[in-house]
Each structure stands twice: as structure tokens, then as C-alpha cells.
């Protein structure tokens, strides 16, 4: 396993305007778009290739290309804020959303809804959440992954925008072989299992749900 912290002057600026509460919702999801595009590209350079022959304008040559197919697995619902930004590089992918709940008392997660396809095992799966706060949803997501669908930790990516040390921690003791791409390694998580500073509740400033 490795974590990958995406940190340049783009991605400082873009996560600048997604943690000022003054951003409106159309200004969180444009920057959201931008760092999850970014991330995806990142995220592609472990995939694994093969050669193809293609007939250029001068001649015929040999190019890599990626080998596995893509699945974008976005968690319910904030995670669709990152599925347009990876379409952006893997066009092709095939969207395949989990939907999850948290208890507020015990922070545990539970899921209300699953559309993966049962042959999702032959796919490299990039799970998209943009909070990797206590990590009991990713780990949930992992775990069910690995277990329902027989995919191989190896083929499963975990991308997120920001990551608390715990979060972090909990992945990479319960899952080491799992990949982790992150813009931010936060603070800390508050007793509420927010992430601190973070970027608020993700999913309202997403959909404007704020009241």
C-alpha cells in the first residue's frame, strides 16, 4: 500500500476555495471537479498496460495502453461530486455506486443500496469519496468488494479529497495492499468523526442541501 498526498500549487489553490464556507455550491463542485481529475490522473499511473498496434498518420507503431478496464465505485451520495471529474480521464468507465449510511452515536456504516455488476472483478475500481474521515465507509466498501465481488485488493483504489490520520490509519492497517490518493492529510477527526479542518459536510455543499 501507499499513500499518495497530491500537494502542488493547484491543488493547495482548488482546496483553498472548497474549505472557505463562503463558496457557494457551484464553486465547491467546480473545484471538486478539478481535484477529482487531477487525482484520477495520478491515480492512473500504477495501472497496469499493454501493447497495441496502431496505424499512425506515417507509419505503424506500438503504444501502451491501460489494460484493465475502470469501474468508478462513488459512495452515496457525496462521491458522485468526484465521478464526472474521473470520467474526464477514463471515459469508459463503468459507474457502479454504493450507497451508505452513518450512524451519528456509533459512527458505523451500513449500506441501503448496491449496483455492481458481478463481473466488477475483472475492473481496476477507483472507490471515490471525498471525506476519508473514521474510515468505516471505505473500509465497508473495501471489505465488500474484496468479499461479494472477488476483486483483489490490488485492483481497488481509494481516492479521496481529505484524509484524517485515523482514516488513514484504519486503511492501511486493515488494507495495506489497498492504494490511497488524497489531496490533503488533515488535522484530526472531532468527537463527532468530523474531519477537522476539512471541508464541512461534503454532500450538502455538493447538492445544496445546506439549510
Excluded: W
Excluded at 14 to 21: H, I, Q, S
Amino acid at each position: 500500500m501507499s499513500i499518495n498526498i497530491i500537494h502542488n500549487p493547484i491543488t493547495s489553490t482548488a482546496l483553498l476555495k472548497l474549505r472557505d464556507k463562503k463558496s457557494h455550491s457551484k464553486l465547491f463542485r467546480e473545484g471538486l471537479l478539478l481535484l477529482s481529475e487531477i487525482i484520477a490522473y495520478e491515480a492512473g499511473k500504477k495501472l497496469k498496460t499493454k501493447k497495441v498496434k496502431v496505424k499512425s498518420v506515417l507509419e505503424d507503431t506500438v503504444q501502451e495502453s491501460i489494460a484493465d478496464d475502470i469501474a468508478l465505485i462513488p459512495i452515496l451520495r457525496a462521491g458522485l461530486g468526484m465521478t464526472t471529474g474521473f470520467l474526464k480521464v477514463y471515459e469508459n468507465a463503468i459507474i457502479a455506486p454504493l450507497g451508505m449510511s452513518r450512524d451519528q452515536e456509533t459512527l458505523l456504516p451500513s449500506m441501503y443500496y448496491s449496483n455492481i455488476p458481478e463481473n466488477i472483478n475483472k475492473c481496476h475500481c477507483f472507490i471515490l469519496d471525498p471525506m476519508l474521515a473514521t474510515g468505516g465507509s471505505a473500509c465497508f466498501a473495501i471489505n465488500y468488494l474484496i468479499e461479494q465481488k472477488k476483486v483483489t485488493a490490488e485492483k481497488i483504489s481509494l481516492c479521496s479529497i481529505t484524509s484524517s490520520p485515523e482514516g488513514l490509519k484504519k486503511i492501511e492497517s486493515e488494507y495495506p495492499q489497498v492504494d490511497i490518493y488524497t489531496i490533503s492529510k488533515d488535522r484530526e477527526l472531532n468527537k463527532s468523526g468530523y474531519i477537522l479542518p476539512g471541508l464541512g459536510d461534503a454532500g450538502d455543499r455538493i447538492f445544496n442541501t445546506i439549510m
